[in-house]
Each structure stands twice: as C-alpha cells, then as structure tokens.
C-alpha cells in the first residue's frame, strides 16, 4: 500500500465551450479498470448522440494501468492529452471522459489538443482533488475522568481523532502516521501518568482536501 498519493475527491462534472463546439467532462474515482469502463459505457449512453466520447484513466498503485481513447478524433489528439493532465497533476485512480458536440468549426489537431487538456483541467477543479495518507488507528482506553482532557488535547494537537466510543471505558481512536506511533505511545503515556491502554488498530488512508 502506497503510503500517501493523490486523486480525485469522488464525482464531478463542467462545461466549456470553445469555437461552438460543446465539451462536457465527466470525472470519477475507480480503483479498477472494470470500474472505470463501466463509467464511460454509462457516459456513452447517455450522451449517445454526440461525436465523440474520449476517455483516460490513470489506475493502481503504480499507474500500471493506462488508457486514452480518442473516440473517433484524429489520432493523439484528445484522449492521450487527457491522460497528460492526469500525469501532470499526479493523480491516481482517476478515469475521466470528455463528450464534445460538434459545433461546426474545426480546430485543428493543436486546437483539440488545447480543448481536451483544458476540458480535462475544468473538470477536475470541479470535482476537486484529495490526499490519501496511510494512518495507523492507535486505540487508547482511559477512564472517563480522563475524557475531557484527553479529548482536548488530542483535538489540539498534530495528531487527528478518528472516533470516540463510550463503553464501560472510553476509548479514543486517533490517526497516527506510521513512523509517529512510538512518539504517540509516549505522548499519551505522559499525558494520562500511564493510567491509558494504548494498543494498535487497523492501518486505513485518512483523505484531506487539497482543494
């Protein structure tokens, strides 16, 4: 599991239209190649009618998976300048379509190269693009006297609490990065004069806006 990387926030869509012509994007997160053809199939049929439907999809760990489609558009014209912006901005995961309605004006193979890189950039600032970091769930269990104090400084500090669970104790589920979990471990040690059980959980990714 890569230990922090980059992609799409989820669904998104925009429109621009450039010399007449109508290009719509589409874009979505797909951890699989059959995930992301599914999504363009869905895209093609419902915009049936258009000229083209030309797509790119960055996937897995190693951006092993690499596909552009130019759809019927003069070769390298659209779908392997879509894929460009998705390596540019370093995304993964991340498949995109963009359906253009002829609008009657050619614009040439360094029109359409503009027009479908920007149409890629439009779409993906639409749907906005997150940080995935790999965090270890360190689980400390205290006595509710602890509660308050714990909670505020956990809130207060660098590290980011995940949940909370009122049982018999409370226990208090915080991210911690992986190279972090010793520090934490003594961190909360002291902060409850060892009256904590620290023990840890799952790893999973912690997603944070980058805009």
């Known amino acids: 599991m890569l230990h922090q990387y980059f992609t799409v926030k989820g669904y998104g869509e925009s429109e621009i239209t450039i010399e007449r012509s109508r290009f719509i994007t589409y874009v979505k997160r797909a951890e699989t190649e059959v995930a992301a053809q599914e999504f363009i199939q869905d895209i093609k049929k419902k915009h049936w009618d258009a000229n083209h439907n030309c797509s790119a999809y960055m996937i897995g760990e190693n951006n092993l998976i690499q596909k552009a489609n130019d759809d019927g558009e003069p070769s390298g014209t659209a779908g392997v300048p879509m894929l460009e912006v998705l390596k540019k901005r370093n995304l993964k995961d991340t498949v995109v379509v963009v359906t253009r309605y002829f609008g009657g004006i050619k614009l040439?193979?360094?029109?359409?190269?503009?027009?479908?890189?920007?149409?890629?950039?439009?779409?993906?600032n639409s749907t906005g693009v997150v940080e995935r970091k790999l965090m270890r769930i360190m689980k400390t269990k205290i006595d509710y006297t602890w509660l308050g104090k714990v909670e505020n400084e956990v809130r207060s500090s660098h590290y980011q609490l995940k949940e909370i669970h009122y049982l018999e104790s409370v226990e208090i589920d915080t991210y911690v990065v992986e190279g972090e979990k010793e520090q934490f471990v003594e961190w909360m040690t002291?902060?409850?004069?060892?009256?904590?059980?620290?023990?840890?959980?799952?790893?999973?990714?912690?997603?944070?806006?980058?805009?």
Do not use: P
Not at 196 to 210: F, K, N, Q, S, T
């Open 108 to 124: 040439g193979a360094g029109g359409l190269i503009r027009a479908y890189g920007k149409a890629t950039s439009e779409g993906l």
């Open 190 to 211: 002291e902060l409850t004069n060892g009256q904590g059980e620290i023990v840890e959980g799952d790893v999973e990714y912690l997603e944070e806006d980058i805009f």
